[in-house]
């Protein structure tokens, strides 16, 4: 096996994160400088191995990985499990974990100290910067009494990240000899692998922003609300500078706004401002890191989605002069959300409870520009008092500047089809609503659009906080919010659709429990996620409205409108199997065109399976799926993980089985579509070098993310076993070949059949790792396509254990006779028996 090889520039601090854990792994690597300052990571040769060409990028015998923390966390994980670099003893990792945190505080503390050093400030502000460094480093002296390193006696990811930090600290002159245990540990790290190449100075980030920007504003309140050095690039967008061939270099999607930190190039406003947080200040309670904390911020961005969307109507209503009637029909909504979220603040300070996250942040973005263009927001006493504590907040007068930006509101009245028209099919190929223009930047979904309203127009906001354990707790309350709509949902159901004049009790009783664990989450606080408003006020200030008019619905069953054969609509059907759903099936089947049925249409504009409607939730492509069922009917659930680390090596799983799908369809297309009878050389070989990158990672773990079943099994086995009919020798992939066995006792394996990656899979039972996850469930779809249509897998052994271990999971024959229906079609196009060898 070739040498990992990392893409890198030493002035990047994700970069030297990367290297710094490299160098404790001891592992064997070939450093490629891509020196961002000249471009270089934009050169046709860097983009073929990353299109997102950003820096540090990984490229482990194939298998091509950016993000540093997906690779720092990927490392570890996969080249040495078990290191005590990151332990797997629970309490020991809790340590780690903390002082983890501790360093995105030390981080939010140094940033604006080193802010004042480049200002030249000396007024007493800079002086109290400096001491809550001091004070920070003082809490960490005192942990470190009578150990070694930061989280006890043996070196970890935590002294590496504080390393970073506490090297430039005394790069800048803190006086951080004053710490004897520090000094102390600082010396004795002279001596790990990386010290030295960590030891380089970094620039101020730059970001490209234009004030008038909504999309901007986000990150800029981010910025603000972090005290981060940033460099202000304004990119006029009204002048089209954002088409300029220099801006171009930088951002080819030419939106703003864009960061460069260091060489790491970033857009999408939320992408931005969770980055910044992520990176700048973990830790800090703008985005909390305690999962429940995060949810309830998540929470209350989804709820700022509904008032934006209550919003956007009223503005259209201003805007054309429409008649008095309509705009007053168009205001009722909105100040129904708006009288909800003043009900749910009773008692705290923000949306998301007693602290400042994003969340707050998006509602500001939403709600000064509500005052702007006249709405009554002083009537509800509890939102006039937020609105009036957040004037205080750094970025507050450059958001309120631009709520006075127009909005042109354009309605699209969907009961008539109006999204189906030319003109908006132009603007919006997918054709669904609410979709934006932010000056050519086009978006839609609501979640997203929400997202990035918050994080462009009000960066930095505590309604979706930055802090890693305060987003956590939005997070938590995002899911909590979702358990109550689906409650809400199954007790309504009978009512709306069955005419039942009284509601089960049983309903009542799940209803009324949730609502008890979240009166008691809220005990002392005075929003859903503490004492700051967050995006998880405004999420549950919807589902709490409508049980306050008519307590009891019922939800019906989640329907699903899927074809056996397609490998994306099995992982779906393996999730609903292992989640032991109550779901209502319809097969669409899309070799008669039936999903271009008017009727289909109508749910989804896109005509395209699998999708789901839970009870006028319509959602489609099959990623999304398996993760909102888990997320929405199981939270918690090791089928995807909670755990951040975890569920980050579950979510790389599914980008790979979205890369074996991808493959797959090639192959499929060009045999039913094109008329080939033959699997051309180079379709081939790259499913089997996806296969050989899994089954390499699966080697010494049960499933694709670890020793736990988790939905990226899922995921793979759907694709893996139609692998195996379509004639792909899976077999020769050891890892893959035990797992999919394993799998055939899971539910649903008889369904879908194989899986596939054996390289990725070196070491682990699953494709993200010892547990079973969604990730699984969607490469076993691939995986047994592949395989049964005559691709030669063989030689993978991870990927051939993985496969046979997947034969116990629920669902599985299910998905391996479909998959053997297809690929004995496909072969027989083909005119095999059985792998793609015969060809030859």
């Not at 040498?3 to 970069?15: D, E, R, T, V, W």
Request: glycine fraction near 4%.
């Amino acid at each position: 096996m070739a040498p990992i090889k990392l893409y890198y520039f030493n002035l990047s601090p994700p970069s030297r994160l990367a290297l710094l854990t490299i160098r404790n792994l001891k592992l064997d690597v070939e450093i490629i400088v891509i020196d961002t300052m000249k471009k270089e990571q934009m050169t046709p040769e860097f983009m073929k191995i990353n299109p997102q060409h950003t820096v540090p990028t990984l490229d482990d015998n194939g298998f091509i990985l950016w993000e540093s923390r997906a690779i720092a966390s990927y490392l570890v994980a996969a080249k040495a499990p078990g290191s005590s670099l990151y332990p797997s003893n629970i309490k020991k990792k809790a340590i780690v974990d903390a002082r983890l945190f501790l360093d995105q505080e030390l981080l939010n503390a140094a940033v604006p100290v080193m802010y004042s050093i480049f200002a030249q400030e000396t007024t007493p502000e800079a002086a109290q910067k400096k001491e809550k460094v001091y004070k920070i480093l003082g809490n960490l002296n005192t942990f470190m009494e009578g150990q070694k390193y930061v989280a006890g006696n043996e070196l970890t990811i935590a002294d590496l990240a504080l390393l970073a930090n506490i090297a430039t600290l005394y790069q800048i002159g803190a006086n951080v000899n004053k710490f004897k245990n520090i000094a102390a540990w600082y010396k004795r790290l002279e001596t790990i692998p990386g010290y030295q190449e960590n030891l380089e100075d970094m620039a101020p980030i730059k970001f490209y922003h234009f004030n008038i920007s909504p999309p901007s504003r986000l990150p800029m309140l981010t910025i603000r609300n972090l005290n981060l050095d940033v460099e202000i690039i304004v990119i006029d967008t009204m002048k089209k500078e954002q088409m300029s061939p220099e801006f171009m270099k930088i951002n080819p999607q030419h939106t703003i706004p864009t960061i460069d930190d260091n060489g790491f190039i970033l857009w999408e406003s939320r992408a931005i401002a969770s980055y910044l947080v992520s990176a700048k200040a973990p830790g800090s309670s703008l985005y909390p890191s305690d999962i429940k904390k995060r949810a309830i911020v998540d929470a209350r961005l989804f709820l700022d989605q509904e008032m934006q969307n209550a919003t956007l109507p009223v503005m259209h209503a201003i805007y054309n002069q429409e008649p008095k009637d309509v705009f007053i029909s168009k205001t009722e909504k909105l100040y129904k959300i708006l009288e909800n979220l003043n009900t749910f603040m009773e008692g705290q300070k923000y949306v998301a409870g007693n602290e400042l996250t994003i969340a707050d942040l998006a509602f500001l973005a939403n709600i000064s520009t509500l005052y702007e263009i006249g709405a009554n927001i002083n009537k509800f006493k509890n939102i006039a008092a937020w609105f009036k504590r957040l004037e205080n907040i750094p970025g507050y007068q450059e958001n309120l500047d631009g709520a006075k930006l127009d909005v042109e509101i354009i309605i699209i009245n969907t009961m008539k089809n109006e999204q189906m028209s030319p003109e908006f099919m132009k603007i919006n190929p997918q054709h669904t609503i609410p979709t934006i223009d932010d000056n050519g930047f086009i978006l839609w979904e609501s979640r997203a659009i929400a997202s990035y309203l918050v994080a462009a127009k009000a960066p930095g906001s505590s309604l979706y906080p930055s802090d890693i354990k305060k987003k956590a707790i939005v997070d938590a309350r995002l899911f909590l919010d979702q358990d109550l709509f689906h409650a809400s949902e199954e007790a309504m159901y009978p009512i709306y659709e069955q005419k039942a004049t009284t509601v089960a009790e049983d309903k009542k009783e799940k209803i009324y429990k949730i609502l008890g664990n979240l009166n008691t989450f809220m005990e002392g606080q005075k929003y859903v996620a503490g004492n700051e408003l967050t995006i998880a006020d405004l999420a549950l200030l919807v589902n709490i409205s409508t049980l306050y008019i008519q307590l009891s619905y019922e939800m019906a069953p989640v329907k699903l409108y899927y074809f056996p054969l397609s490998p994306p609509s099995r992982a779906v059907y393996l999730t609903v199997q292992n989640l032991k759903l109550d779901v209502e099936k319809t097969v669409i089947d899309t070799t008669k065109k039936e999903q271009l049925a008017p009727e289909f249409v109508k749910i989804n504009p896109q005509h395209t399976v699998p999708t789901i409607d839970d009870n006028g939730f319509i959602l489609w492509e099959s990623r999304a799926i398996v993760s909102y069922l888990v997320s929405a009917k199981a939270p918690g659930s090791s089928l995807y993980p909670s755990d951040i680390k975890k569920k980050a090596i579950v979510d790389a799983r599914l980008f790979l089985d979205q890369d074996l799908w991808a493959a797959t369809s090639a192959i499929i297309l060009s045999i039913y579509a094109q008329g080939a009878t033959t699997v051309a050389e180079d379709k081939k070989e790259k499913v089997y070098k996806i296969l050989g990158n899994l089954n390499t990672f699966m080697e010494g773990q049960n499933y694709v993310a670890g020793n736990d079943l988790t939905v990226a099994d899922l995921a793979l086995l759907a694709n893996i076993s139609t692998l195996y009919e379509i004639g792909a020798d899976v077999n020769k992939f050891k890892n893959i070949a035990a797992w999919y066995k394993r799998l055939e006792t899971i539910p649903g394996y008889q369904e879908n059949l194989e899986g596939y990656l054996d390289n990725i899979m070196e070491g682990q039972k699953y494709v993200a790792g010892d547990e079973l996850t969604i990730a699984d469930f969607l490469i076993l779809a691939s995986f047994s396509t592949y395989f049964h249509a005559g691709a030669n897998v063989s030689s993978l052994k991870n990927l051939m254990s993985w496969y046979k271990r997947c034969e116990s999971l629920i669902g599985f024959q299910e998905n391996e006779d479909e998959a053997k229906a297809f690929g004995e079609m496909l072969k027989s196009k083909l005119g095999i028996k059985n792998t793609w060898d015969e060809l030859q």
